[in-house]
């Protein structure tokens, strides 16, 4: 009955329990057995917002080779009764309302969204809250089976009993989610009813809504046949902090069935077969985590009797990777390693690459890299590290460098490679602050770790009618694909009336190859004087970059892992596996060596989008009359606090 195994396949199969591996997701549509998906692993999940991604039309979305794999939080739909999705016609009604193609795009269903960690109040034994723009609204894991077969996502995750209330949690509270959370697991694997549904009522303007008993049922009106098989069910390892918790629920997942148990999901033996994933959500775990930070601070201060200074509380952006690396060991330690294993809203592309070294995750959301372009950060960074960024970090030690003067030329060439330096002993910057006011007249590309299209094009030009060409680097640069830094020109032009037909009748321009319509990069220079002019135009090109840069992050991840099997495994000798994920571990130590994991220069970007974001609206003009005074007397007037 499961198709669970057919989902994901392991590449280099001889890989440990935990350690760096490659694999391949592979999904077949029973009302498309031939067309398969495939997404190669490590890989992202672009985060959505109300279904679409954020800055991004879809026409973005369709140009982004970044774009395969896409979440979509169904909690934003439930303002409405019955929500939107569910009333779309046809079987794929989730990819239809979108606008995302089922040849290309996945989507994954979740109740809550991943990135959201807001205090709600407790869950029920019979219900989960959900977060709406309409306040709070209660979802019974009978609604969620019906919605999600309605939507027909191509993967859906389980309801789970994550409690969103103050940390920490006491143990009958992590007992009691434990439980919940493999009933409604259970209640969501029930085997469809493979009966025909009776005769549907006469349509209505809004049709096809399931009735009461085609929802227990499980059954759909025009799609029965296409749902003959189980759903994609990934699962949320549930235990918060608490280690023999994570080991239970694991048990849980594993134990063999009897009774009535074995009977709601017949012919599952154990609920994990039904699963084809375990997915972890690592926004609230690391507020559980920082919390218990506090507390034990807290309780060592109490204790020592000498009287001491109030100690300060650790940082809200503590690193607690090594806690987590630690709890998702103890989640899967007992379950099989040929399952996808996804996470949630990862905190920098350093805690990326020691999930994937410690423990081998499969997947990773962009939540982080398209929040950078939220606030005006251009991402420059590579896996493995360019030697180019070595060499310019050690030149550049204990010192900031402003923005070439050369301008457009240096974009388009091979300049520096990061953001500032100086930072933590010389690490560059993971990215730029197109907000500060040295990018004002950078008429550079916004990485330089990537190369446009049009530099791509004209170097390849050069090379193949250069005699020289065989000497040439053998570090090759990868092309960043993006809107911004390789724009293409239309083959035909734009028409959006029937006046502009009549008027000026499309010409299509021949062209022989797609590199050779490639337009010069936009600079940051130019995203520079969008951000301070609040043209939202600046965040497409960022939001679009950002994703191409991730993407690229990994495919560095996949050549590095691909190219030290190949090395291993040809010689006889050593164990492969092991050599693998010792070279892994050194790319790792580099980059962790030469780029800043403090992120100082998303603290600056935040403060800069906030200071051009209170410097409009009412009262602008009082505030302008302020700071001038607190100019003129030598005070600085800062940004005000709460922005």
Known sequence: MSNAQDIFRLLNKSAPVFGPRLGKVELKRPSSPTQTIQIETPGIITCTSRGLVPH?????????????????????FLEREPPIPTIQPGPHRLHTFLGFHRDRHILSLSLRDPQDARELPPNGKEYINANTIRGVRKMNPTSWRAHVISCNADFVVALTDTPFTLPPFSQKRLTKSIERSISWLAQLLQPFDTTPPPPPPPPQATSPILDDGQRQNGATTE???D????LNVLVHMAGDTSAPARRAFAASLTETLYGKEAEQVKPLRTLDEGVCGYVFDLQPLRTSLIADLNTSTTTTSSSNSSPTPEPEPPNANANVTPQISSLMQTSLHSLPPTKLRIVHTPASPHEMLALVRDIGVDMFDAQWAQRAADCGVALDFAFPVPSSAVDSSATDEGHDEGPDEQGRGRGRGRGKTGGKSG????????????????????FSRFADCLVDGASASAHDTSSSSSSSSSSSSTETETVCPCIACSPISPAECLQ??????????????????EQDRFEPPFTRAYVHHLLHTHEMSAHTFLAAHNL???????AGVRRTLSRSTSISTSNAKSNSETETANNFAKEVERFNATYDESQQVFVEAKKAWAEVE????????????VRKAEAESGLDGGVVEGV
Do not use: C, M
């Not at 140009?63 to 896409?70: E, F, K, T, V």
């Not at 749902?227 to 189980?230: E, I, L």
């Not at 191409?548 to 990994?554: E, G, K, P, S």
């Open 227 to 230: 749902r003959h098989h189980p």
């Open 496 to 513: 959006h009336s029937s006046l502009d037909v009549s008027e000026s009748p499309a010409e299509k321009v021949e062209v022989d190859q």
């Open 56 to 76: 991004l039309t879809r026409d973005h979305v369709d140009r982004s080779r970044a774009i395969d794999w896409l979440h979509v939080p169904f909690e934003s």
């Open 548 to 554: 191409a840069v991730l993407d690229a992050f990994f």
């Open 423 to 442: 930072r933590n002993g010389g690490k560059r910057d993971l990215g730029h602050n197109l907000y500060d006011e040295v990018y004002a007249s950078d």
């Open 614 to 625: 209170y410097a409009r609206g009412k009262g602008r003009l009082a505030r302008e009359k």
């Open 223 to 225: 799609n029965l046949s």
